[in-house]
């Protein structure tokens, strides 16, 4: 049993994968670095010194303390210093990855759900169904992503009473990201649902009485996951930048939510008067996480399928 | 036509070139020799990979790094052109060396008209203004027998047919007037009805120009119609040199007599072709010795251990311990 | 070649129909406009006089063909939130963001072509290698944060330029251009940058990543054989050969720099119609945004267009085959 255990672990460290992902110091390097940042973020309410959500801990008397210096008044130390409310920087970047990532997951899993599912049926159906959905692909990729995620936000809210705005602007944020960024799903599972259907395995499954749905979830869909895995690798990290740059502009994750994007924007108007790390420090994160999915998925297509390119 | 002078228009001696990999360094092309005379044909035969097409840009100075010419020399009218610095070398492509590639179809630049290319080929060698060099292009499309040439001076590289093609790719490769021409399969991508044309045509121009010609080719059949003397190439080494005649009826080197014997133009008369057992071997394995032994029906112990050295023979040169069987 | 043309109008049409459904969607099904302009406190009589004078107390195919009506005219009504026609409100913003689109695109090019061309024919030299590493982080890097950093450098730390706003600009009647006064330009500068960035680093990786490929071709090696000088040969022959894709994405960017004018009008506190759309947007100011998405279609689909009709320009071999049979 454990010698079993062994072995799979042995054939799969020494499987092309990892062989590629041994060599590439860059996706080690940016694999360690989001791995750290997602353990961050998820054990965030253990790791936080503070709770920056919690007003009973907070003390405006802690307000703007620099990093590494005890406060003027309260003589408290912060390791990245806090913010206009006396919040630490440090537990809002925790939290705020936290807001950040969600949104990007499930942004790219509702996109990916989508996606795969109107492609499969554009590949395997076809007809003016399938036609309908890539025309509709189409005109939809005529535009920026982040235009079309601000126009669904936009529209999202306003089906939303005025008062339950701020709460539900995170699900708003995660349907809007994920409508902006389908198309790219739809379109690769087309193209290979395609191929696939005409050979003859699927015909074989077919001649044998199994019904469309099962075919295209036993049989084609498996093909079809190394690029799926890729453009969601890649569209996380779109994800992450594109909730940043709502939550940024405004139009995204609200002050009572800050995500990365939001504690940026808050940051910015701290930017003349001199308390340079409420921006610089959820900045560099922000950074940190959008560079190293993006060259993990850089990476990973390369691997997986160079014909992506 | 001036008549044949003695001193070589291209001189090839002991070029080596070199690509290092990471598997190490590889030698496509090894202690290669060979002259070429003026208004002459050099044929330069052997299997794909046996270093024909690496000497050929050797000599017009066109390695991709990185590969590079690690030895020997290469004198173009006397004057060594191997060491030449990249601007000098530019000078001598076009105006000295012409080159003909394999593929008319990609040799050309689809984007730009034929005239242009002729044009700025011409300005760029010789001393003409605009008009002139228009004129010159002109007559270079007629030369190479494109009909209504000054009508289609102006069409687009796909506005021809193969073979049509063809022949703007040698006007353009002559049109500066070089003392010597490389091509590089003229005929491989064409038509078997065409191809004859266009070798007829690349003879007629050098002969009525005195330029020389290094014909790279595999087609034994081109050699035996076209070539004065030929050079068989085996893994990036020279096996033999000679007239074509003594080449092809009474070969010296164990690989050319398997080569002559497995040609149906050369083999003509026999009642079947043989055939030469075994395949070239690759440039990162090549065998101790003479590269052949491990093929060759004559082999012996001194082949496996030492390189053959190039002996007279047959008229020619040849590289075998033993050239002619057991003689030497 | 006009069949081409004729279908690729068609099809943009077609596509500026569906745009056009959407926008009328939002006025007639996106929330309730009344509850948007007044607050909690509010009045029937309040309520009834802002419905009469918005048009909101007509039947539905009333509403319908006003929209259309109106779209055609370039009228997209009044504004929830400034109680000012829609068309004056965009019609002062848009020179604007025009001036900064363009210059951006016009910096993004000259320098993604010249770079992209650069690092391909040094591909293995120290320069080429360093600008493709930043360009890796230039395109993981989102644009607000260019833009801040910028503002920090230039504006905070040196105070060179100025970090907001439009400077001043000069009323030519019917364009109010900020190009013709020093500080107007200097205003310019930093946003520019940030706009044109992003762009400017695909554009200078795929114009590489093109160049390279046409570098292989049999008909750059024969143009080197004849001895054409490097000038030549990577300007002549190979650059024009990249010209046709690259100008396909070129051309995509360039809508994307108007719609990517948003990030950066709010980084700068722009007065363009960016700023006015995320205004719109945060205080769901259906008229703008409708009119906003109408523009903006208006613009990608003729950018769209221009391109497919460059490449007749470009490849000679499409303009006798009907459709392209390249790329």
């Known amino acids: 049993m454990a010698n079993a255990f062994k072995d799979t672990v042995i054939r799969a460290w020494k499987s092309d994968f990892m062989w590629s992902f041994r060599r590439t110091p860059v996706a080690i390097a940016s694999f360690v670095v989001a791995l750290l940042l997602i353990m961050g973020a998820v054990l965030a309410p253990l790791i936080a010194p503070h709770n920056p959500f919690d007003p009973a801990t907070l003390n405006l008397m802690n307000g703007f303390s620099a990093p590494m210096e005890p406060n003027q008044f309260t003589g408290e130390t912060f390791w990245l210093g806090t913010d206009d409310q006396g919040r630490d920087v440090f537990s809002t970047i925790l939290f705020g990855m936290r807001i950040s990532l969600f949104v990007g997951f499930a942004a790219v899993a509702f996109a990916m759900t989508l996606g795969v599912t109107l492609g499969l049926i554009a590949g395997y159906v076809g007809g003016w169904v399938g036609a309908l959905i890539m025309r509709i692909a189409d005109v939809q990729l005529t535009f920026p992503g982040i235009l079309v995620a601000m126009l669904i936000f936009g529209i ?19 349907i809007a990201i994920g409508l902006s960024e389908w198309v790219q799903f739809a379109r690769v599972v087309r193209g290979a649902t395609m191929v696939e259907k005409n050979k003859e395995y699927v015909q074989a499954a077919r001649l044998n009485g199994r019904r469309s749905a099962g075919i295209m979830l036993r049989h084609i869909l498996p093909n079809v996951l190394g690029p799926v ?79 992506l390119r | 036509m001036a008549k044949t002078v003695k001193k070589p228009v291209l001189s090839v001696k002991n070029l080596s070139v070199e690509i290092p990999t990471r598997q190490g360094i590889l030698t496509p092309v090894d202690q290669l020799s060979f002259d070429i005379e003026q208004g002459k044909i050099l044929g330069v035969v052997g299997e794909s990979g046996a270093g024909k097409s690496m000497t050929g840009n050797a000599v017009i100075g066109l390695l991709d790094p990185p590969a590079h010419i690690s030895g020997g020399e290469i004198r173009l009218k006397g004057k060594r052109i191997d060491n030449l610095e990249r601007e000098a070398l530019r000078k001598v492509r076009g105006k000295e060396i012409g080159m003909v590639f394999q593929d008319p179809l990609t040799s050309l630049n689809p984007l730009l008209p034929i005239g242009e290319q002729l044009t700025e080929t011409i300005l760029e060698h010789l001393p003409v203004n605009k008009n002139e060099a ?13 009909p209504a040439a000054a009508q289609r001076i102006n069409s687009y590289p796909h506005e021809f047919s193969g073979g049509m093609r063809q022949r703007v790719v040698i006007a353009l490769a002559l049109c500066a007037e070089p003392s010597l021409v490389i091509a590089d399969e003229p005929t491989t991508a064409l038509d078997v009805s065409v191809q004859a044309q266009i070798i007829a045509l690349l003879k007629r121009l050098c002969r009525e120009r005195g330029t020389a010609i290094m014909l790279i080719t595999h087609d034994m059949g081109v050699i035996a119609e076209t070539a004065d003397e030929v050079a068989v190439m085996y893994a990036g080494r020279l096996a033999e040199l000679g007239p074509v005649r003594n080449v092809l009826t009474s070969p010296t080197h164990p690989y050319t007599q398997g080569l002559m014997a497995s040609t149906p133009l050369a083999a003509k008369g026999k009642k ?44 020619g040169k040849a590289a075998c311990w033993y050239v002619n069987g057991e003689k030497s | 070649m006009l069949a081409f043309a004729i279908r690729r109008a068609f099809q943009s049409f077609i596509v500026l129909l569906v745009v056009g459904l959407v926008a009328f969607s939002m006025f007639n099904f996106v929330g309730d406009p009344i509850d948007n302009m007044l607050g909690q406190e509010r009045t029937d009589a309040d309520i009834e006089r802002l419905r009469t004078q918005l048009g909101l107390d007509q039947p539905f195919p ?56 650069f690092t391909a024919i040094r591909r293995n030299g120290w320069a080429a290698n360093t600008i493709m590493t930043l360009s890796l982080i230039g395109v993981s890097l989102p644009t607000f944060l260019i833009g801040i950093l910028l503002i920090y450098l230039f504006a905070v730390e040196l105070g060179w330029l100025p970090s907001f706003g439009r400077g001043d600009v000069v009323d030519l009647g019917w ?10 330009l200097k205003a310019l500068i930093l946003p520019a940058i940030t706009l044109g960035l992003y762009q400017m680093t695909l554009i200078m990786r795929l114009v590489r990543s093109e160049m390279l490929e046409v570098l292989r071709q049999d008909y750059i090696r024969f143009a080197r054989a004849r001895g054409l000088k490097d000038k030549s040969v990577y300007f002549r022959h190979a650059l024009k050969n990249t010209l046709v894709p690259v100008i396909t994405v070129t051309g995509m960017q360039l809508g994307a720099i108007i719609a990517f004018a948003i990030i950066t009008e709010t980084v700068f506190q ?35 267009l221009i391109v497919d009709l460059l490449y007749f320009a470009i490849d000679p071999r499409l303009r006798i085959e009907k459709s392209g049979s390249g790329k």
């Open chain 1, 156 to 174: 999202a809210k306003g089906f939303t009473p005025i008062d339950q705005r701020d709460e539900m602007a995170i699900w708003v944020l995660i």
């Open chain 3, 175 to 184: 364009w109010r251009t900020g190009l013709l006064t020093q500080s107007g």
């Open chain 1, 229 to 307: 895995l890729v453009i969601a690798t890649i569209s996380l990290a779109l994800a992450i930048i594109a909730e940043a740059t709502l939550s940024f502009l405004g139009v995204g994750a609200p002050p009572t939510q800050p995500s990365l994007g939001t504690l940026i924007r808050i940051g910015q108007g701290f930017l003349f008067s001199g308390e340079w790390w409420i921006i610089l420090f959820p900045s560099i994160t922000l950074l940190a996480l959008a560079l190293s999915v993006n060259l993990l998925g850089d990476w990973l297509r390369d691997v997986l399928n160079p014909r």
């Open chain 2, 134 to 146: 228009q004129e010159r292009a002109i007559a270079a499309l007629e030369e190479v027998g494109i």
């Open chain 2, 272 to 315: 079947r072709l043989s055939q030469i057992p075994g395949a070239m071997p690759r440039l990162t394995d090549l065998p101790f010795g003479c590269a052949f032994h491990p093929r060759c029906p004559i082999a012996k112990d001194k082949c496996r251990s030492d390189p053959a050295p190039t002996i007279e023979a047959g008229g």
């Open chain 3, 62 to 117: 009333v509403q319908y063909y006003r929209f259309l009506e109106g779209a055609v005219q370039g009228n997209f009504g009044i504004s929830y939130r400034q109680g000012r026609p829609v068309s004056e409100v965009i019609s002062e913003r848009l020179p604007a963001t025009l001036e900064l689109a363009f210059v951006s695109a016009v910096l993004a090019i000259i320098f993604g072509v010249a770079l992209g061309v």
């Open chain 3, 270 to 304: 722009w007065p363009g119609v960016g700023l006015l759309f995320i205004n719109a947007i945060r205080f769901v100011d259906i008229p703008v945004m409708a009119a906003y998405l109408m523009l903006i279609s208006v613009m990608f689909v003729s950018i769209n």
